[in-house]
């Protein structure tokens, strides 16, 4: 039976404000599956089971998945689906409200999911930020989201720096809009994202490197001068000064920095703890 089928069965119409489109393309679920180099005895956590077809390919290849999904009328459809295979757990939970070891514990684990799209960057920065981190993440998202992730100094943006502060990010493969059902407005990419035991870059505290790289992309397209000095309430004299201290040219933009010269200047603005 098909994902459309067993919808219909169900009387359940999937809804787009939850990014429901089903990936049912078995090579690309047995590519996304087989990118996560799962050991045997391996944890997954699937954000978003959806009808459960890439669950069925991840209980083959991991001893255990814990399969969250927000939506309740999807539930008892994945419950009877997985009766019968004990290493699935499917859980109802909205992902974001949790911490992510509240579903799996304290165990190293992995992330294999296709993500809801309208919440990749927030799924993303609960999951990298979580404590334990997971050991990999293997996701789908919008094709232009993981160009992003990749992107180089010249085209970096707050989303490429905070994931890659926390891990390796690659493209595996691109999937066309015909590999789901319904049918997305966009194409998408399969994205590896290697997770560092610590992060590349030598910084004080991670709290501070984010205020100091958010105040930097807080205006878009501005020089760093005028983004550092109004996103950290320093007059532009001291601005210039400190940029200048980090080895930074204050009239180059934020896109252009690379990890290192961000933790430079994390390092030379010693911000203090309270500063919000
Ligand atoms: N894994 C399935 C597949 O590959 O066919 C479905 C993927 S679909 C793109 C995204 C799934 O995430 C949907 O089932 C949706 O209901 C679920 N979802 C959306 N927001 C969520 C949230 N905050 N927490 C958990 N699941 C969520």
Redesign the pocket.
């Known amino acids: 039976m098909n994902d459309r089928q067993r919808l219909t069965q169900h009387a359940i119409t999937p809804?787009k404000s939850?990014?429901?489109?089903?990936?049912?393309d078995p090579n690309a679920l047995e590519k996304i599956a087989e990118s996560a180099d799962l050991p045997p005895d391996a944890t997954v956590l699937?954000?978003?089971?959806?009808?459960g077809?890439?669950?069925h390919v991840l209980a083959r290849h991991a001893a255990r998945v814990i399969a969250?999904?927000?939506?309740d009328r999807?539930i008892p459809l994945l419950e009877s689906e997985f009766a019968a295979i004990p290493a699935v757990q499917i859980v109802h939970?909205?992902?974001?409200k949790c911490p992510v070891t509240d579903f799996v514990g304290t165990e190293p684990y992995y992330v294999v999911?296709?993500?809801?799209?309208y919440?990749t960057s927030a799924i993303l920065r609960h999951v990298l930020e979580s404590v334990p981190r997971p050991v990999r993440l293997v996701i789908?998202v919008q094709r232009e989201v993981a160009e992003r992730i990749v992107a180089e100094p010249d085209d970096m943006s707050l989303l490429a720096v905070s994931v890659q502060f926390y891990g390796q990010p690659q493209i595996v493969t691109h999937l066309n809009a015909g590999a789901f059902w319904p049918r997305p407005d966009v194409e998408s990419a399969v994205m590896r994202i290697d997770v560092y035991p610590t992060p590349p870059v030598d910084v004080p505290d991670e709290r501070q490197f984010f205020r100091v790289v958010r105040a930097g992309f807080g205006q878009k397209r501005k020089q760093l001068r005028n983004a550092i000095s109004a996103g950290l309430s320093i007059p532009k004299d001291q601005t210039d000064a400190l940029l200048t201290g980090a080895g930074i040219d204050p009239r180059r933009r934020a896109e252009t920095l690379t990890l290192d010269e961000w933790a430079i200047l994390t390092r030379a603005a010693a911000l203090p703890e309270t500063q919000p």
């Open positions: 809804k939850l990014g429901q489109n089903f990936l049912h699937e954000i978003g089971p959806g009808t077809n890439l669950t969250v999904e927000i939506d999807l939970a909205d992902i974001l999911a296709n993500l809801p799209y919440i789908t």
